[in-house]
C-alpha cells in the first residue's frame, strides 16, 4: 500500500520559515518525482514545485521562486519543502504527489498518482 504522509505544518508569523516533510512508503521511491501543491480555502489546489527522481531537476511555480525550496533524500524516502519569507496568502493545505510520467516539467494534478493527505500551514501574527 502507497503511503504519503506530509507533516511539519503549524502557525508561524510573516516573514517567517517552516519547513515540512513528505515521507513515502510502499513504492520505490527512487524511481518517482514528487511533486508539492497547495490549496487555500476557498481556492483550487495549485503546483508549487517538483523534482525528479534522482534529484538533479527541479520546477517551480513563479510565485515562489526564490523563497521555497524543494529537495528529497532517497535514503530516507522524504521530500522536503523548504519556505523562507512567508506571507499570509501561503497559508494553505499543502499536499504532496507522486508521479511516473517519462515527461518534465510535471506540473498538472492528473499527471500524479499518489497524494498525501495534507499538511496545513498558517501564516499569521
Known amino acids: 500500500q502507497v503511503q504519503l504522509v506530509e507533516s511539519g505544518g503549524g502557525l508561524v508569523q510573516p516573514g517567517g520559515s517552516l519547513g515540512i516533510s513528505c515521507a513515502a512508503s510502499?513504492?520505490?521511491?527512487?524511481?518517482?518525482?514528487i511533486g508539492w501543491f497547495r490549496q487555500a480555502p476557498g481556492k483550487e489546489r495549485e503546483f508549487l514545485a517538483v523534482i525528479n527522481r534522482s534529484a538533479s531537476k527541479t520546477h517551480y511555480v513563479d510565485s515562489i521562486k526564490g523563497r521555497f525550496t524543494i529537495s528529497r533524500d532517497n535514503a530516507k524516502n522524504t521530500v522536503y519543502l523548504q519556505m523562507n519569507s512567508l506571507k499570509p496568502e501561503d497559508t494553505a493545505v499543502y499536499y504532496c504527489?507522486?508521479?511516473?510520467?517519462?515527461?518534465?516539467?510535471?506540473?498538472?494534478?492528473?499527471?500524479?498518482?499518489?497524494w498525501g493527505q495534507g499538511t496545513q500551514v498558517t501564516v499569521s501574527s
Open positions: 504527489a507522486a508521479a511516473s510520467l517519462n515527461s518534465w516539467p510535471i506540473l498538472w494534478e492528473y499527471e500524479y498518482t499518489y
Open positions: 510502499g513504492l520505490t521511491f527512487s524511481t518517482w518525482d
